[in-house]
């Protein structure tokens, strides 16, 4: 990366677009190791914008491409190809006065050290100018152009929720919330919201959720006030559910498996005393967890291995809750983590019905008689939700699954599915399962 390239932030973005639309780099990855290179915090704003819209409309711009050049640079020039798509992003989605879009992505060109592809980025992006209406009128005609999401996902969701497909296609294409979780071990929730009201910033409370804060712009978190004291953390709404449904009480002994970055876990704790093991399988993960717990003023025992094999790590004490938040597709975050509707596929989903299978069957000895499982994923897709649970509750008959009733999503077999854009909340699934006994 030249010195030019590190102070344009378009050139910057672009470098970062195209490692993760095409070379499969996760977005909080690159962006966490190219938003330093930029010293102004309004650089970094526009380039987090950039990237994030970028990744989320790659699949109809790319497109879009294809028929405004002649031969494609996707893979002799990467950075200039992403910068197109980036050019066309701040056009139609960011919009950007035309005039500043097009003469600041062709010195971005530059800075990139393509001067010679000025011509060229200059011309592109002014025939699209001209011709956008018709060009857009193409591009909607294919439902994975018009959505900018996979083949997989849209037929997937029309099998899966046919009567919301529309508007799980539409949320996945807007830019998410930025939603906090009031520590209420700090204060009330009231007492964030007038604290960020005098710093001027706009938010409110949300209707449907006890702890949930949403601003009306996006922000850089860590200069909001409170966060150094912990405050708050950031947390979408249908994440904060889980600290409802696990049905939590004092002095209860709680296990929350594939703990990383720790957000349950420490909402949990905000809410009550209890004696939580945090376990996590990915090392690099762990110590998200840590610094979590550390910045809001909680303790947890946290434990690097895999939940699924309790033999290496559990002492034999069973536990009172366990939450059970699996990998998955993450089908129902694209809003938020859009770089996933460039990597997930639809060959992925049977490997991750094996983790999901295997993380409810190694757990479920771990719970006490009369205790709770919650099962939860951010899918949206039946085969990670109810194709799993439901078969777990036939071999069990000690399993019984607890009716939910939630203020926003609907019913799905066992469990309860918020969709993408229900109460503007990300998408998940939830299900309670009791073990029977006294």
Request: aromatic share 4%; net charge positive; glycine share 6%.
């Amino acid at each position: 990366m030249n010195r030019r390239e590190r102070s344009d932030t378009r050139a910057l973005a672009a470098t970062a677009l195209a490692r993760i639309a095409l070379d499969g780099a996760s977005a909080r990855e690159v962006l966490a190791r190219s938003a330093p290179e930029l010293a102004d915090p309004r650089d970094r704003a526009l380039l987090h914008a950039l990237v994030q819209a970028g990744a989320r409309d790659w699949l109809r711009y790319d497109a879009a491409l294809d028929r405004l050049l002649e031969r494609p640079l996707r893979r002799k020039q990467p950075a200039v190809h992403a910068l197109l798509v980036l050019g066309l992003v701040q056009l139609e989605v960011l919009g950007l006065p035309a005039y500043a879009a097009v003469d600041a992505t062709v010195q971005a060109v530059r800075a990139l050290g393509k001067p010679r592809l000025a011509g060229l980025v200059n011309a592109v992006l002014r025939r699209w100018q001209r011709e956008a209406g018709n060009l857009k009128a193409a591009l909607d005609r294919d439902p994975v152009t018009r959505w900018a999401l996979p083949a997989w996902f849209i037929e997937a969701v029309e099998r899966d929720w046919p009567a919301r497909a529309e508007h799980v296609f539409a949320s996945a294409h807007r830019e998410a919330p930025l939603t906090l979780r009031a520590n209420r071990r700090r204060g009330p929730r009231e007492a964030l919201l007038a604290r960020l009201r005098e710093a001027g910033v706009a938010a409110h409370a949300h209707p449907e959720l006890a702890d949930a804060v949403v601003l009306a712009e996006s922000t850089d978190v860590t200069r909001l006030p409170g966060f150094d004291t912990g405050d708050f953390a950031v947390q979408d709404g249908a994440a904060q559910l889980a600290a409802d449904l696990l049905h939590l009480a004092d002095g209860q002994r709680v296990l929350d498996a594939c703990a990383a970055p720790g957000g349950k876990a420490c909402h949990a704790l905000e809410r009550h005393d209890l004696d939580l093991v945090a376990v996590e399988l990915d090392p690099a993960r762990v110590p998200r967890i840590r610094d979590n717990l550390a910045r809001l003023g909680l303790a947890a025992r946290v434990i690097e291995a895999d939940a699924a094999r309790p033999d290496a790590w559990w002492d034999g004490r069973p536990f009172d809750r366990i939450l059970i938040d699996a990998p998955c597709s993450a089908s129902g975050v694209l809003r938020r983590r859009p770089d996933v509707r460039l990597h997930r596929r639809a060959g992925d989903i049977a490997a991750l019905n094996r983790v999901q299978s295997g993380l409810l069957e190694g757990l479920w000895p771990l719970l006490a008689p009369g205790g709770r499982l919650l099962y939860a994923t951010c899918s949206l897709l039946r085969a990670e939700n109810q194709a799993i649970v439901a078969p777990f509750l036939a071999a069990h008959a000690d399993a019984a699954a607890v009716p939910l009733q939630l203020p926003m999503g609907l019913a799905a077999g066992p469990g309860w599915q918020v969709l993408p854009g229900d109460a503007d909340l990300d998408g998940m699934f939830y299900a309670a399962i009791v073990k029977r006994g006294s």
